[in-house]
């Protein structure tokens, strides 16, 4: 079945640095969805990616759908506190199961 | 208030004892799902409904049954629980009878099981 695999698991930035998480497929995907999960909280959606290539920008985050839609990319610029929490990324292969990666941890060195 | 509710939020039992977890949205949504959460493995989805009476499994459902009776409550069932069903539950639902679009998650449910 599908598998999602998401990197580095845990990543510790300096505040005002910049970071990326990875997201790759086994196989191709219908589309992507990125959410974060703050400290004792519940996932919330991001973004959702659909066209090869694109590239969606929130602010200090930006999203990449590879062009084979088999790997996608969070990139945080100048990290901030509020940045901290975890980073899924969901793959979408068939349009009724969602297979979530195992999440990149961020925490942040004021 | 939109949101998806779940109940209830801390349970501690022990290994056979039934027990239901509740899941209601009142957003009128499609498709609802249970997943579970463990460090190191993510979310990992459980049973998904695209709609009223219809149920599918999702990547771990061996111990867990659903149920889909009306649009608005999705209650995750376990019949003799186990240890190694000892983690943190969440429902989510999405406008669409698919997982293609934005999925609300509820609060979670930690759940024990001595």
């Known amino acids: 079945g599908q598998q999602v695999m998401q990197i580095p698991q845990y990543q510790h930035v300096q505040e005002g640095e910049d970071f990326t998480t990875y997201c790759n497929s086994s196989?191709?995907?219908?589309?992507i969805q990125w959410y974060k999960q703050r400290p004792g909280g519940h996932p919330v959606f991001l973004i959702q990616l659909v066209k090869s290539g694109e590239v969606k920008k929130q602010k200090r985050l930006t999203f990449q759908f590879g062009e084979a839609k088999k790997n996608s990319s969070l990139h945080i610029t100048a990290t901030q506190t509020t940045d901290v929490g975890t980073y899924f990324c969901a793959g979408d292969e068939n349009d009724y199961k969602l297979s979530f990666g195992a999440g990149t941890t961020v925490t942040v060195r004021a | 208030e939109a949101q998806v509710t779940q109940n209830p939020r801390y349970l501690i039992t022990v290994t056979g004892k039934k027990l239901t977890v509740t899941c209601s949205q009142n957003?009128?949504?499609?498709?609802m799902s249970w997943y579970r959460q463990d460090p190191g493995l993510g979310l990992r989805q459980i049973y998904y409904s695209m709609n009223v009476e219809v149920t599918d499994k999702g990547d771990v459902p061996e111990g867990y049954k659903v149920s889909r009776k009306e649009k608005r409550n999705f209650p995750l069932i376990l019949e003799s629980p186990s240890p190694n069903q000892t983690s943190l539950y969440f429902c989510a639902s999405s406008p669409q009878p698919s997982s293609y679009n934005e999925q609300f998650f509820g609060p979670g449910t930690r759940l024990t099981v001595l």
């Open positions: 957003m009128n949504h499609e498709y």
């Open positions: 196989t191709t995907l219908s589309n």
